[in-house]
């Protein structure tokens, strides 16, 4: 028996839910891709209208910056950079999103709610609600990570660098400074200038063996007239990292000088590596593992069992980073991998710490900064002091880019190249120094007429191994002779040529 047909009132009810309901989807879908275009249609025309002109404006400036980044990247990235703009950006962000969310109630207010079936009205009120929370949050998380980004130019990229470029190089100087328990002050144990091809990118190391004694100060220096034979003193206790403390405990002869160790001890890296120094960034050591955290840890091959402990620690009890390829470090083994003389050198000690420079530089990518951006934000706020203007941003980034495609090659200003640490020979010092930057130079005009060198993928491996220290028992004595052997054995041959390739000591990938 076929069922009774409605009546046409019935009918007629059912099919104008239909187009009402189809009506109120319609004005929040026009809302959510036009901004304006619902009030135009069914609404306030002149609320409309100037709500278009802003989205047609937000347009036309994405093309406009978008094209200027294409022609000029380096003027576009420093433009961001300055702490200004990202302010600007953040507060737009944040209007527009509210001006967004007044548009799309107002479009739900024109589709009559109050006229459309139970089930249709709360249907649209719920989606009307969600696209107005979820432009909410997004216009809220734009708003924290510009006004972050703006945070971080100003407080990190102050400027006052010297940006003249000189014999077609950057150089810059990186100070890794630890000021943890005991320690006199800071101290920056890690001195090492990168010096960067200002074209290719190809970067030379130049690392500084923190003991050497003697350092030369250069004249216009106020330290000079305590110290005119060089940087000496009794118990030969007067090495090169402790010139920081040296300058900052006699500030007095350094008067508006906010700043005299930093002040120092780049005027006498600058003396001895004969290099004009453009820029210098100091990290905390202590932080930085919270840097390394954030850019969700690094992989290295380690081609020796490295030791954790401390001269205090028993042999049996001696926690060890295993050898392995592909090894997984988070921030605090990283540190550690770094920090450790145990069983070991300061110049294997300067080999991991380049190792892990080059990590960071080969590993970073856009995935892992945008996704941990804040965590990366505010470790580069708490550990990261530097003097690179934000104009040189944009640069400093297109050469870090053509670099992650090169090899980089290191100079240790250490045994066997420097034998004597305690009367080094200066002279012989830069010598070596000017002929690591002439290999590299030449490795460039060797590459001059032909193709940017193949990029090296730096994908994560599919499969890794995660670090864990290990505790060396039965096998200590063992362990340790090969540990030492090892490191020593890798600590020459890194050492052999002033040039090595350091993919080859370390494995960085």
């Not at 921030?331 to 991991?352: C, W």
Request: one cysteine or more; glycine letters at 8%.
């Amino acid at each position: 028996m076929a069922a009774p047909t409605p009546p046409p009132a019935d009918i007629a009810q059912v099919r104008g839910d239909r187009i009402s309901l189809r009506r109120a989807l319609t004005l929040l879908g026009m809302t959510l891709l036009v901004p304006g275009s619902a009030q135009v249609a069914a609404g306030n025309r002149g609320l409309g209208r100037f709500a278009m002109r802003v989205w047609l404006g937000v347009i036309a400036l994405v093309l406009v910056v978008a094209a200027v980044f294409l022609i000029n990247r380096n003027w576009a990235i420093g433009l961001y950079a300055n702490a200004v703009t990202p302010w600007i950006v953040a507060l737009a962000f944040l209007m527009l999103g509210i001006g967004w969310i007044a548009l799309l109630v107002d479009a739900w207010r024109l589709g009559q709610p109050r006229a459309l079936a139970t089930g249709h009205r709360v249907f649209v009120s719920g989606l009307a609600l969600l696209l107005a929370v979820v432009m909410g949050f997004t216009s809220w998380q734009a708003f924290g990570i510009f006004r972050s980004q703006a945070d971080l130019f100003g407080h990190v990229f102050a400027g006052g660098g010297n940006t003249t470029v000189t014999g077609g190089r950057i150089n810059i100087l990186l100070l890794g400074g630890d000021a943890g328990a005991g320690r006199d002050g800071l101290r920056p144990d890690s001195m090492t200038v990168a010096s960067v091809d200002a074209t290719t990118g190809r970067t030379v190391l130049v690392s500084l063996e923190r003991n050497l004694q003697g350092a030369p100060i250069p004249e216009g220096n106020p330290l000079r007239a305590k110290y005119p034979n060089g940087f000496r003193c009794a118990e030969q206790a007067c090495m090169l990292n402790g010139l920081y403390t040296e300058a900052n405990d006699n500030k007095k002869l350094f008067p508006g000088d906010p700043n005299p160790g930093l002040t120092t001890t780049r005027a006498v890296i600058q003396n001895i590596t004969g290099l004009q120094i453009n820029y210098y960034a100091l990290v905390d050591m202590e932080g930085f593992r919270e840097l390394i955290d954030a850019l969700g840890g690094i992989y290295l091959d380690i081609p020796y069992n490295v030791p954790l402990g401390d001269e205090n620690t028993p042999l049996s009890k001696m926690p060890y980073l295993d050898a392995g390829q592909h090894v997984h470090l988070d921030g605090d083994l990283t540190l550690r991998f770094v920090r450790t003389r145990v069983q070991s050198t300061d110049y294997s000690r300067m080999i991991r710490q380049k190792c892990v420079m080059s990590a960071m530089l080969k590993q970073l990518s856009p995935t892992n900064v945008l996704s941990k951006f804040q965590e990366i934000v505010q470790a580069g706020k708490d550990i990261v002091e530097t003097d690179v203007p934000s104009s040189q941003i944009g640069t400093l980034i297109d050469l870090a880019s053509k670099a992650k495609n090169l090899p980089i090659a290191s100079t240790a200003i250490s045994p066997p190249l420097v034998p004597d640490t305690v009367n080094p020979d200066w002279a012989k010092i830069k010598v070596i120094v000017a002929d690591s930057i002439t290999a590299s130079q030449k490795l460039d005009q060797a590459d001059a007429g032909s193709a940017a060198a193949t990029p090296t993928t730096s994908a994560t491996p599919s499969k890794a191994s995660t670090a864990k220290p290990s505790t060396a028992k039965a096998s200590a004595s063992a362990s340790t002779k090969t540990t030492k052997a090892t490191a020593t054995a890798t600590s020459s041959a890194y050492q052999a040529g002033q040039t090595d390739n350091l993919d080859q000591v370390c494995g960085v990938s």
